[in-house]
């Protein structure tokens, strides 16, 4: 989300301040209204990396999402291009309580890749569910055929594990810390700039809820609720 500009307080982009001291790239580089997925930002971050690997930088890619990470370690397949019309279908049937039957749908041809996401991870659900009518295979299937883009290079994977109830504790102190910073008249002045609540820049956590509280669909305090109580989804780590 940060590579958005104008979300800033619910992505927890970096200050200025930590970006003067750290380097740090692919911040702020596309419009809310602009297209951006995993193969934009593969490009991107291809030329990145390469710029700084002529520099002998030492270079650290943190995340965040797993498929962008794993785009840069693995490489990227060739997904199917997006149907506008089965996605908006897809998102119509959770939007009508329909999300637990679409997830068992997954489980059912994609039992893999459904046990990686959280039942509630709609934006994941409904892209393997629409690449698997569209290519006829599994997403975890289509994963599996990739080339590294960097195959000279060792990288060193490192994963951050926390308890589930600080885990939780440091989640309800990061959104009252969101909402105190100005989080709601952030969403509020991109939406009377014109930007449509329908913007898939708006579907992350977050903004979702702050744009539902702003047509009225939620109190402040659910919404801050909805943010704070969305499951938390732990790995396996044994």
Known sequence: MQVYKHLNIGSAKPSL???????????DIVEPNEDFDTGAYLVRCQQVIADLLKKNKFILIV???????????????????????????????????????LYQRLQKVDPNYAALIHPHDYRRLVRALEVYQMAGKPFSELHRETTPVFPEINFTQIGLYREKAELQ????????????????KEVRLLLEKGYSPNLNSFKSLGYRQVIQHLQGQLSLEQAKKEVKNKPVFLPNVN
């Open 63 to 101: 995340g965040g999402t797993g498929l962008y990470i794993r785009a840069i370690v693995n490489g990227l397949i060739d997904l199917p291009l997006k149907d506008e019309n089965l996605r908006a279908n897809l998102y119509q049937l959770i939007e009508a309580g329909a999300a637990a039957e």
């Open 169 to 184: 504790q440091r989640i309800d102190k990061r959104v009252d810390e969101m909402f105190s910073q100005g989080l709601v």
């Open 17 to 27: 301040a930590t970006q003067h001291i750290i380097p740090h790239h692919l911040i």
